[in-house]
């Protein structure tokens, strides 16, 4: 038997008990019965009107949704660091735990608070037996802009997407005298080493010949 998990332990530090009681009101939300229904309603509605009235990006607010709607569960504890006079939310792992809910709220708490610095969190995938292929990890980063998570599988699918475009050159061109574009390199004729469409090339071919005429005949009136 071999068991699979994702990893991550990660602090935000915040300050004041303004922000402190924010996280409190909605933090609670990504953890699956944590609310009565009603309070559980409220507090959604309440972060919904909340990404509309500050602009924060709508589609993280619906994915955080959809991660609240199917049951989410985020181990996270509000502590304070009494040294650096601060307060964190340290999300981490537990069995279940995940990060993506936390990261969505945390889009919505940075522009409620005009925290312009991005967040970022990184994790490992691991198996508790040395299974092929069962090692993985990766991160998320959190800005006023959005959330953004790519693991390194993604990472590897992208560069193996890059390599074999570079074998196989695409089978089309576009023109470099019109807007014609992705054409197929049948078509495909040159003038002074551009690839252009056919109508172009005939169009260039007598604007030659005009140019040649006009030649001929300066030189007849010479
Ligand atoms: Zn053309």
């Known amino acids: 038997m071999a068991n699979n998990y994702l990893q991550f332990s990660e602090v935000f530090s915040f300050v004041g008990s303004e922000q ?5 009101r909605f933090l609670p939300l990504l953890q699956q019965d944590a609310l009565e229904e009603e309070e559980h309603g409220l507090r959604l509605q309440d972060l919904r ?3 509309v009235f500050l602009k924060a990006n709508q589609g993280v607010f619906d994915q955080l949704e959809s991660e609240i709607e199917n049951g989410c ?3 996270y504890v509000i502590e304070k660091d009494e040294e650096r006079d601060e307060e964190l939310v340290w999300v981490k792992s537990e069995e279940g735990s995940d990060f993506f809910p936390f990261c969505c709220l945390l889009h919505i708490f940075m522009h409620r608070f005009g925290v312009n610095d991005p967040w970022w969190l990184t994790w490992a995938s691991w198996c508790s037996q040395p299974r092929v292929s069962e090692f993985s ?3 998320v980063v959190v800005s006023l802009r959005g959330v953004w998570a790519h693991s390194v599988d993604d990472w ?3 560069q193996l997407e890059i390599l074999r475009e570079d074998e196989n050159p695409p089978v089309s061109f576009d023109c470099g005298r019109c807007n014609n574009k ?4 049948s ?4 003038i002074a080493g551009i690839a252009v469409c056919p109508s172009c090339f005939t169009l260039a071919m007598d604007e030659i010949k005009q140019a ?3 030649e001929a005949r300066k030189e007849r009136n010479a």
């Open 73 to 75: 569960f985020v181990d």
């Open 187 to 190: 078509f495909l004729h040159e």
């Open 20 to 24: 402190r009681e924010w996280f409190e």
């Open 212 to 214: 040649e005429d006009l």
């Open 156 to 158: 590897v699918g992208k």
């Open 137 to 139: 990890g990766g991160a």
């Open 182 to 185: 992705k054409l197929s390199t």
């Open 49 to 51: 009107e909340l990404t």
